[in-house]
């Protein structure tokens, strides 16, 4: 607006603005003749003779549009400014309820839902350096990982990174356990384990190769422990086949940072070649005698086998349990993680003897390859998502999940594998029905609370759910 005005003008405009503003409206129209004729004087006296007809003089703003704080120095006013957006927001949030407009534009979602701007960005990928490659077993390949810049790769025990690949053209995301110690200067890497028919492991224990770049998001979960030095207890671990890698971080983290603790591992697997970190299992054994205990079970045993055989079923751990002596005190920590059917047998297993299922930890990781088909509502379905306290209001088409309609609503949502797996997408159901795709990570325990994984979820009918830690 200043345009080629002179900045002298520019203030009297600010002046008289001010003015304007703090006496009574009667005397606006006095001076806004005040300053016309001021600016007159003021173009004169620089040089300018403002005729009316002429095309390149700007005629003044009106009044009502010029900024007051234009009086003050430039400096100070763009100060001023801001803290006086500052205000009007905080004004605008506390007092009348409203939520500032997005600076970003979202896309609208179908269904006109709310679109708010993004609280932090966790569903965002980043790509991570393949530094070294390690098969395990036939069926099993280490892959070691850098950021990008070659920096470490933070995380806490018993963690997961979701990796991002894309095979022919479609995108897929899988949870991998990372299954080292969380120490400083130990290289940090998830282990893989080949599914039947698991594109994504299938394409991993195939292709990776050192210097090759992942996709990945996280790390996430809670299935992790928080080690203290003078911590000294009693952790039984179960493990089923790659169950082992968020167990065998844990299992090591905290062998290594508390002296006064102890862990025992069962570990389950078909046969001896299938143990995963088996020669690692063996030398820290060695290591941490009288502090480690580990205990194979291998349904196919080779000869002159002395330890457990068998599926690891609820009988089986039972068993194992009396013969290594465990008895439970009520203070002895359990960590479950293995395919499903031994977890739902290890679970009732320990309740048997007694055990407090918030002493019981589980990590359920399952592939979309081994899951039911399709459920939900045969027609659209109006879920309310509460989040940050406001409610968006969403309709989910059939076959749609929760966590996709909201996400082509434009609203941010928590989740990370996408695949049922990792529980980061959990809410909690308040009104209304859920059907999950089963099998999936959510335990027993956050079922009876009324959980629901937004990923895995559809509506059977009009639902409300509630997005937690927000
Ligand atoms: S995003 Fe992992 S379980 Fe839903």
Request: net charge negative; hydrophobic share 40%; charged share 25%.
């Amino acid at each position: 607006m200043e345009g080629n005005r002179s900045r002298r003008a520019g203030r009297f405009d600010a002046a008289a603005s001010l003015a304007a503003r703090a006496l009574p409206n009667a005397l606006t129209p006095w001076i806004e003749q005040a300053r016309l004729d001021a600016t007159m004087i003021i173009d004169r006296t620089s040089g300018k003779t403002p005729a009316p007809l002429v095309d390149d003089i700007e005629a003044p703003p009106p009044l009502s549009e010029v900024d007051p704080l234009n009086v003050l120095p430039r400096g100070i006013a763009d100060k001023v400014r801001a803290v006086r957006r500052d205000v009007q927001m905080l004004r605008d949030r506390l007092i009348l309820g409203k939520n500032p407009p997005p600076v970003i534009e979202r896309p609208r979602g179908a269904a006109g839902a709310v679109v708010s701007l993004p609280r932090k960005t966790p569903n965002m990928t980043r790509p991570v350096k393949v530094v070294r490659v390690v098969r395990e077993t036939n069926d099993a390949v280490s892959i070691y990982l850098t950021e990008a810049d070659g920096s470490a790769l933070e995380f806490q025990p018993g963690q997961f990174l979701s990796v991002d690949v894309t095979i022919d053209g479609e995108r897929l995301r899988r949870a991998y356990s990372l299954a080292s110690a969380c120490l400083p200067d130990v290289p940090v890497h998830v282990t893989v384990k080949r599914i039947e028919d698991g594109r994504v492991s299938n394409h991993l224990n195939d292709t990776i190769q050192e210097g090759d770049e992942l996709s990945v998001l996280g790390p996430s979960g809670n299935f992790t422990v928080e080690p203290r030095e003078v911590n000294e207890r009693h952790l039984v671990m179960i493990a089923g086949g790659s169950g082992i890698t968020p167990i065998m971080s844990i299992l090591e983290t905290v062998l290594r940072l508390e002296a006064g603790s102890r862990v025992t591992l069962i570990y389950g697997n078909r046969g001896w070649d299938d143990v995963i970190f088996r020669d690692r299992l063996a030398s820290l054994s060695d290591e941490f005698q009288g502090r480690l205990l580990v205990d194979h079970v291998l349904e196919r045993p080779p000869e002159s086998w002395s330890e457990g055989t068998g599926l690891l079923s609820g009988d089986v751990l039972e068993a194992r349990l009396e013969t290594l002596g465990i008895e439970d005190d009520g203070l002895i920590r359990y960590f479950v993680c293995g395919p499903t059917p031994m977890m739902e047998a290890a679970h009732e297993a320990l309740q048997r003897r007694g055990v407090d299922a918030n002493r019981i930890a589980e990590e359920r990781f399952t592939s979309p390859e081994a899951r039911s088909g399709d459920v939900g509502s045969d027609k659209i379905e109006l879920v309310v998502i509460s989040q940050a306290g406001h409610d968006h209001g969403i309709q989910v088409e059939p076959g749609q999940t929760i966590l996709e309609a909201a996400l082509a609503a434009g609203i941010d949502m928590p989740f990370s594998c996408a695949m049922g797996g990792c529980g980061a997408c959990r809410v909690r159901r308040a009104e209304g029905e859920v059907q999950m795709a089963e099998p999936n990570c959510l335990s027993r325990a956050e079922r009876e609370q009324g959980y629901v994984l937004t990923c895995v979820g559809r509506p059977l009918m009009q639902s409300k759910i509630e997005v937690e830690g927000v």
